[in-house]
């Protein structure tokens, strides 16, 4: 837009509103400065729940004119003087703002939210372009507007079921935990919330998300292209971001439902400077249990608890600190069979500052704890096999504004790891079990980063970056030595070696090149290609088909590599009708090395020479996607479409043994076929959510033949390492949300949802397993963790 037009735009909005509107006076910079006639405004445009508006438009009176980013950051050049600007954005009261700048400096407008209610008239707001004209490729983000047009499972929206409903992404079935993108283990996703880190991101099993719902500011997940400040993990980065608390008034939310309830609080400590929110969610699942007439499952439950806690604080208009804590705990039992326990609990303290006109800085430094355990209710000898991450996190961040073309962001960051890889006690004062526990595993891992993105033409940008990388595992600790030319078993150990504390055992170096770049077509479409490389110092060891809570983690050590891939991204991006629909076809290579697999019949708990049950190999992952989505409406939603290959190849050696006879197989999470389609109704005052999802069967490995010796009948032949796939999967779940009600501006806010998940009764396989009684042959038996229709409901509430 012209400085012309945006006269006539300003002039027109001023006298639409009758002069009615008041003005803030905002004053920045100071006479003294010595700074030429041209000065820079930069700042944040926040709405009344301290949330970032995205794509704000800003007008002044002399035809200047701009808009805000996804952050709600804005930066406009002008000259000294006094200005009249225009702050406007779909669904917030208009914001008048009499400008008097002196010098460069930064403010932060704040945006109230304006409810309309017209009898069949829908006003959406325009899509943000980011597919479009953000340059990372495989960016997928999520809108806290965006999360609760998903259906809500238990009658509330998830961050984890709601990426799995984008191409790229699934989870394994019912019941696993966490999530794999583009063909990689779910231990290959770094996973953070604000500043923690975070190894296992679910609740009950899978069924939640770690992510308190009513916190979220937004979600964005890095699946192609990744930026230089991130790494550590081969396939994707997951960053969730929290909203800070309500400096202006209190305020609380919550859900109560049949399967678990929440709450957040929220409100100022001292107005305008210091503010507190809290959330929590507790569930109750265990009456579900007692409501089945069914022996098996007597003295189940399935418990979880999470508190989520921010503390911020703006020391000035361009400084804030803050600390958070985030604490998690579930507690899974399925009868007499098996119980998981396991949590999270972390804390956090940052710094983030805007340094000059050019120059933002941000500090944080984060220490947990992920604690896993698995306990053995049956016989004599009942236990509990705990194993145990903590780590501490240091990371610094400088963000470098050279001028409106071009930015440098770099930093440095310091990750130190104690694993306890096993721990088993007695469970139980009947237990016979004796105790056992395995030596800590220590590392530390130093990162220097640096990343440019330049504006080349009109048209075309590009982003260049580097990651180094510096693992070291250090002592204490003991590494067993084996014989030249073997194969490492634990018959040919030959010695070991002690490491007393803190002196190094190995290091490696891994240099991680990043690059994007972006070409506009035009207004409404463009082409992004990117490459990444990734290294991986900490891998999750499972010989299961899909990921539990009691995975051990592993760190590289003179056996166990460091993982290593390439991943190679392309993609078109279009838009049509004014921005109402969004489409993307992305096509994306990976190749990766070092990658750890497990012999056949592997013992991995307890193991004190682990690497004699590991093998290692090489990997690709390729595919497509395709996303169409309508944006806004009343009618509004996405389909989704990804055909993928995950495989590897594990070859024979002179120190390992080889899978399948050295032959390309399908890795555990290969799912060659995954659709989505998720529509949404919305009425005056509710919507309608509608979610289906089909994937093909995962790979599994079955018996072939049999054969029978003079003590034993049918002896199972397996096959090779998953030639077969389970039955496939796909479920439809609904939600009716009814509410907000009552009037526009009243303070209580209330609604009710009513969700029903796996509509049609689908006994979705979470495994098939293979059982032979005595004198009989191998039978073939499928385990579903829920396998029926579940409705449920929830009453929602907010008072401000």
Request: proline residues 3%.
């Amino acid at each position: 837009m012209n400085s012309r037009m945006g006269l006539l735009v300003f002039l027109f909005l001023s006298i639409s509103s009758l002069c009615a509107q008041e003005y803030q006076r905002v004053i920045i910079g100071n006479n003294l400065s010595d700074e030429g006639p041209e000065v820079v405004w930069t700042g944040k445009v926040l709405s009344d729940t301290n949330e970032a508006i995205m794509g704000a438009n800003i007008i002044s009176n002399n035809g200047i004119t701009g808009f805000t980013e996804l952050d709600g950051s804005y930066t406009i050049r002008l000259l000294r003087g006094t200005f009249e600007f225009q702050f406007s954005a779909v669904g917030y009261k208009d914001k008048f703002i009499r400008l008097e700048i002196r010098s460069s400096g930064a403010s932060q407008i704040m945006m109230s939210s304006e409810a309309v209610l017209i009898d069949e008239v829908f006003i959406g707001a325009a899509s943000e372009r980011s597919l479009i004209s953000e340059i990372i490729p495989g960016l997928q983000r999520l809108s806290v507007k965006e999360l609760d047009t998903q259906s809500k499972f238990f009658g509330e929206v998830d961050v984890l079921r709601s990426l799995q409903s984008m191409s790229g992404v699934h989870n394994s079935g019912e019941g696993a935990s966490g999530f794999n993108v583009r063909g990689g283990n779910a231990d290959q996703n770094l996973i953070l919330q604000d500043g923690h880190l975070i190894f296992n991101p679910s609740h009950a099993l899978g069924f939640f998300s770690l992510f308190h719902p009513d916190l979220i500011q937004f979600v964005d997940l890095y699946k192609g292209g990744i930026p230089a400040q991130y790494g550590g993990r081969l396939s994707s980065v997951l960053s969730v971001e929290t909203r800070d608390g309500s400096k202006e008034q209190f305020k609380v939310k919550g859900g109560i439902g049949l399967i678990s309830s929440r709450l957040t609080v929220e409100g100022p400590v001292v107005k305008d400077k210091l503010s507190f929110i809290v959330g929590g969610r507790y569930s109750y699942a265990n009456w579900i249990f007692n409501l089945v007439d069914n022996p098996s499952i007597d003295n189940s439950r399935a418990l979880f608890n999470d508190i989520t806690a921010k503390l911020n604080g703006r020391l000035s208009p361009t400084t804030n600190i803050g600390v958070s804590i985030l604490n998690s705990r579930d507690d899974f039992q399925f009868g007499e069979e098996a119980r998981f326990d396991y949590s999270t609990l972390s804390g956090e303290a940052y710094l983030k500052q805007i340094i000059g006109e050019k120059i933002n800085l941000s500090l944080n430094f984060n220490r947990g704890r992920y604690t896993s355990s698995l306990f053995d209710l049956r016989g004599n000898d009942q236990s509990k096999f705990t194993n145990l991450i903590d780590y501490q996190r240091a990371k610094l961040d400088l963000l470098y504004a050279i001028n409106e073309k071009v930015k440098l962001k770099g930093g440095f960051e310091f990750n130190s790891y104690h694993v306890s890889p096993g721990e088993v006690e007695p469970f139980g004062d009947a237990s016979i079990r004796a105790p056992k526990i395995l030596d800590k595993e220590r590392a530390n891992e130093l990162v220097a980063f640096l990343e440019g993105q330049i504006q080349l033409t009109d048209r075309i940008q590009l982003s260049v970056g580097v990651r180094n990388t510096r693992f070291s595992n250090i002592g204490a600790d003991k590494i067993f030595l084996y014989k030249d030319d073997s194969r490492r078993t634990a018959g040919n150990i030959v010695d070991s070696i002690s490491y007393a504390a803190g002196e190094e055992i190995v290091s490696y170096n891994g240099l991680e090149p990043r690059v994007s770049l972006l070409y506009g077509i035009d207004e409404s479409s463009s082409v992004k290609l990117g490459y990444a490389r990734n290294y991986q110092y900490l891998a999750q060891i499972s010989n299961t088909a899909s990921a539990t809570p009691i995975d051990i983690w592993q760190l590289s050590n003179n056996y166990v590599l460091p993982q290593r891939s390439d991943n190679y991204s392309i993609g078109y991006f279009k838009n049509w009708k004014k921005d109402m629909y969004e489409s993307s076809f992305e096509v994306f290579y990976r190749n990766a090395e070092n990658i750890i697999d497990y012999k056949d019949f592997a013992q991995l708990l307890l193991n004190e020479h682990l690497e004699t049950e590991l093998v290692t190999g090489i990997g690709r992952a390729y595919g497509v996607e395709l996303n169409i989505a309508k944006k806004f409406g009343s009618f509004v939603g996405n389909m989704s479409y990804t055909y993928s290959q995950s495989e590897r190849q594990v070859e024979a050696s002179t120190i390992q043994s080889g899978i399948n006879n050295g032959a390309w197989y399908p890795s555990n999470y290969n799912i060659p076929h995954v659709l989505n389609l998720n529509l949404i109704k919305n009425f005056k005052v509710s919507n309608l959510a509608i979610n289906f999802t089909y994937r093909s069967g995962r790979p599994t490995t079955a018996p072939v033949s049999s054969f029978t010796n003079q003590n034993v009948v049918n002896i199972p032949i397996y096959s090779d390492r998953n030639k077969f796939t389970v039955p496939a999967f796909h479920r439809l779940d609904f939600s009716y949300t009814i509410g907000p009600w009552g009037k526009v501006d009243n303070a209580w806010k209330q609604s009710l949802t009513l969700s029903i998940y796996n509509m049609y009764f689908r006994r979705n396989a979470y495994s098939v397993y293979f059982r032979q009684n005595p004198f009989e042959s191998v039978k073939a038996i499928r385990v579903a963790t829920l396998g029926t229709i579940f409705p449920s409901i929830t009453y929602n509430f907010s008072i401000n």
